[in-house]
């Protein structure tokens, strides 16, 4: 993992897209306080600090730390980011207590083919370290970056798995319920409950914006397809309802 570049990219006058190889994570600012939205691979925190002061920022700027989900690609840093300063970590309820390390995470249920692509990407990836979280969230709470943004149910992906949606700025970050690739966004992969997923992520995709942030892949920007993701992502088949 000590090979990987990282990339720093402006989406928009107060959002950036920090990509450490694998993992991305987002950071949004209200002029001097920052957001960060995941917090990539256990060992990421010095890249990530990095990039802060790359884009002029003091760590101690990061006032909150929203956690999509629970996998490790997503809080294998977040206990050191944590102890940055005054940071508020949050996460959704049912992943809290496995982000806290109070509960071991479920066993993944993968198809064959997931199996060899996952264990393919997670080799030599340790597990990610215990971090606090200090407010525990369900879909409808309110999240104070950019006017306000919304929580969304990710449900499926992982019990409590979350999105954001800025509903001011019309920005969506999806975390891994809903990511891209070349063909355009699509359910994401490794999911606990592939039904449940592909509802959340029909339901999720159905809010009008203008930017999708996925966990994986590039953002989404372009009207056009935006307008038919949430039709993509609709269930069809009687095992998908």
Request: proline share 8%.
């Amino acid at each position: 993992m000590g090979d990987r570049a990282t990339e720093i990219r402006k989406l928009a006058p107060d959002l950036f897209m920090i990509r450490t190889g694998f993992p991305q994570v987002y950071l949004w600012c209200d002029g001097s306080e920052v957001t960060m939205i995941d917090a990539g691979f256990p060992g990421d925190e010095p890249r990530l600090a990095a990039a802060f002061a790359e884009l002029g920022f003091r760590t101690t700027a990061l006032r909150r730390l929203v956690l999509t989900h629970h996998h490790e690609d997503h809080t294998g840093a977040a206990a050191d980011v944590a102890n940055w300063g005054d940071v508020e970590v949050i996460a959704h309820r049912a992943d809290a207590p496995i982000i806290r390390g109070e509960r071991r995470p479920p066993r993944r249920t993968l198809t064959l083919e997931e199996r060899v692509v996952f264990e393919r990407l997670s080799a030599g990836i340790p597990p990610a370290p215990p971090c606090r979280v200090d407010s525990e969230v369900e879909a409808g709470a309110i999240v104070p970056i950019g006017g306000g943004a919304a929580v969304i149910s990710g449900a499926g992906h992982t019990e409590g798995s979350i999105g954001l949606l800025v509903r001011e700025s019309r920005v969506l970050f999806t975390g891994d319920l809903i990511v891209t690739t070349p063909e355009g966004p699509t359910l994401g992969h490794f999911n606990a409950d592939a039904a449940l997923a592909r509802r959340s992520a029909a339901a999720m995709a159905a809010h009008d914006v203008m930017l999708l942030c996925p966990g994986h892949g590039e953002p989404l920007a372009d009207p056009r397809v935006l307008s038919g993701v949430g039709s993509a992502l609709a269930p069809s088949a009687p095992g998908d309802l």
